[in-house]
């Protein structure tokens, strides 16, 4: 009897093992799938002004961190999470109170919930527009501090970029509108040696050491 369990144990250890590595190949081939190649152009719908701005700003963000060096931060686009996730307790609270408490025992819950979530999601949209503004990067380098956004009106292609910094107490800012053309050809793809130019100069503008 004893015999027949190992044999039994053995063949599951077995089966175990051969479902862990197929399981171990289909993740690997689905990453290997979705991998972003950042040898190749990136390349957009060049009447899609969304799709432009992001193709932009992605370009402008890998030189920053990269080529430049500077750690990449989160305080803003985590204050948005924070601020989402808020509201989604709320509504959630809200959603759990009524399934245990049904109508109208719940109504003075409900109430507070609705009124709740409503004003968080009425405060996100505070942020979004006066605080975040279209922010795309944000980044730190030997103690000075960096914040790039950028914005395209709608039915427009003028690309207009701002950049804010914090060196050594002293703020900088830098802003300028161009034709997105200045970074696209006539395929869409965005031209990463004109970007690395631009960036070079903002930079320098933005991080450039006080002069003693």
Request: net charge neutral; with cysteine.
């Amino acid at each position: 009897l004893s015999s027949g369990i190992n044999a039994e144990y053995g063949e599951f250890q077995t089966f175990q093992h051969y479902f862990k590595q197929i399981n171990l190949r289909m993740v690997k081939q689905i990453v290997e799938k979705w991998k972003v190649d950042e040898s190749k152009p990136v390349i957009v719908e060049k009447y899609d002004k969304v799709a432009v701005k992001n193709g932009i700003d992605d370009l402008f963000r890998k030189i920053f961190s990269s080529k430049h060096e500077i750690t990449e931060t989160f305080r803003t686009r985590d204050t948005r999470l924070l601020i989402c996730f808020v509201a989604v307790v709320f509504s959630g609270v809200g959603c759990l109170y009524d399934f245990l408490h049904p109508f109208p025992e719940s109504k003075y819950v409900l109430g507070v919930c609705s009124f709740s979530y409503f004003s968080i999601v009425g405060l996100l949209y505070i942020w979004e527009w006066f605080v975040e503004k279209g922010t795309f990067f944000e980044g730190v380098k030997s103690g000075s501090t960096i914040r790039l956004s950028s914005y395209i009106p709608r039915f427009s292609g003028q690309y207009t970029f701002t950049g804010e910094s914090l060196v050594e107490g002293e703020k900088r800012e830098i802003k300028f509108t161009k034709c997105i053309s200045t970074w696209l050809d006539d395929k869409g793809t965005v031209l990463p040696d004109k970007v690395e130019a631009e960036s070079e100069a903002i930079f320098k503008e933005l991080l450039k050491p006080k002069k003693q």
